[in-house]
């Protein structure tokens, strides 16, 4: 069997127990419901409270809850508190969940609960790629699907469990059938479309296999008008919904922005061009991530209603400044207008926070403002923008545990995601746990091996540990395909200094610097390059610069173990510094 069909443990199904308890419903899927309102709860927190559940009355002791929601995975002492008193947060104003002093926690409510059965759970749903006919713009077929895939995911009540897409699209990129699909990531039901322009419509041609025997359950066509092309998802979702369910499941908080007036051509043209953007942005691509960019301004300028694409607009520009097309500064700005255009009451307000946490602890160093913003989103189920900004976080603050975690986490509910797995390997690097970090990276380029993140994060690993040879070979692919990438330079010169082409090296920096007169240049990968060419002069001003310009990847490179030959200087001990300084002031907030 091939690494890539062979399924995780994690994702096999396990028995799970339903509870009823004060004034809340825990389903046997883990969703948590106070009367109809569904609370949204992180992993950890959801395990906590299956555990308390399970022990209702008795004293569950803080070693107990550890290994519960750990294992063997070394923590911080206060990962525990931590994970409860968000958990209590959640559940407030109740207070179920009672401390006992230097003994551990009990959940202290009123529990009944009933075995969970298995033919009662929720249908397991993988949505595939939609194929597209002529007359297709390239970006539609995925848009189309992504749009139902959130209008699906966010049904109340749920209809069906949505498989992560990200394992969903890599399994089906690599030629498997849709139903040897279903069988790797144990679905229950498939769902295709294949996407046709006719003159004055668009036809979508929807079917579902069976998983268990192939069997081909429904198909059926949908018909809109071009004029109406944002109504194609929601009618996809309104006749899923009849079929998998009785036809009386109501849609809450769909993501699909279709237009209120659908008679305005202008609100048209903003939803067409916002589809194009949430195809455009999904490279590493300079000019193609600008397109999305402007697409996603121009969609907000002919509809300013149009909150999701302020969101994606905020979240693209932290990804823009992330890789260095876009400098902080500007970067930080355009979050803030984006945040203040959404009003307070729409669904989206708790979606931009995490860019606007970003935004406060990067540019403002305001590590208080930034936490919370994190909390007040850390109940929305994670996308992989936030998840990518929560990670980012948890590693600039030297949070490894915690950055490993929801990696971990993230990847039980999409195994076969390559940009978690990448992810994963640079969280272990900069914890100090190099040995891990060069196994996971070669089990992603094992099953990801022309994924740009994978080889991103791959390169510098494997150059520091000792693997040159696959280093470089890495890294000059990856420059290759990416010339204008800063960090593929960076990369490209670094893995060259281990090949002792050390004038090449030079050359490549040279070239860098010369850029930065005419442009912004990401520098936060070049002081990894000057230290191994023996420049600790050089590597400290480049860390100086990324300091300067607030560089999202600062505080990670202060913990970069290539920068290790650094130690005992006097300013990179400054720089060291200022994290632990920002802890304290919040520290000492906290305590006032």
Known sequence: MNAIDRPSKAIQNSPEQGYVFSSFRLEADGTLYRGPAVIHLAPKELAALRHLLAHAGQVVTTAQLREALWGDVHVTDDSVPKCLSSLRARLAPDECIHTVYKRGYRLSAEVRGDRWDPAAALPRLAVLPFETGGGIPAHLGLAIVEEAIDAVVNMRPAAVTVLARDSVFTLAQSGRTAEHIGQVLRADLVLMGALRALPAHFRLRARMIRVADGAEIWVEDFLVEKSRLAGLAAELVDRLSFRIGSGEIAIAAVSSPEPTDSTSPQRREAYEIYLRARYERQTLERHRMQDGLQHLLRATELDPSLASAQVDLANLCCTQSLLGFMSPGVAADSVRRAAATIPEFSPHAEAVLPAVGWVRFHMDRDLSAAAESFSRSAHLPDTRWSLRLRVMFALSRRRFDEAIGLLADAIVRDPFSPFLCARMAWALFLSGNVADSVEQIHQGLSRFPADDGVALYGAPILSFTGDTARGLEI?????????????????????????????????????????????????????????????????????????????????????????????????????????????????????S
């Open 475 to 591: 890294a000059s692919e990856f420059a290759q395909r990416h010339p204008y990438l800063d960090i593929g330079t960076a990369l490209h010169a670094y893995a060259l200094v281990y090949e002792h082409r050390l004038d090449e090296a030079r050359a490549m920096l040279q070239r860098l610097q010369w850029m930065s007169r005419e442009r912004f240049v990401l520098r936060s990968f070049t002081p990894a390059v000057y230290a191994a060419l023996g420049e600790y002069d050089n590597a400290i001003a480049e860390l100086r610069a990324a300091d300067e310009y607030r560089c999202p990847w600062f505080f990670q490179m202060l913990s970069d173990p290539r920068l290790q030959a650094l130690e005992g200087h006097e300013e990179f001990a400054a720089m060291q510094e200022i994290l632990p300084q920002m802890e304290a002031s919040v520290a000492q907030e906290a305590a």
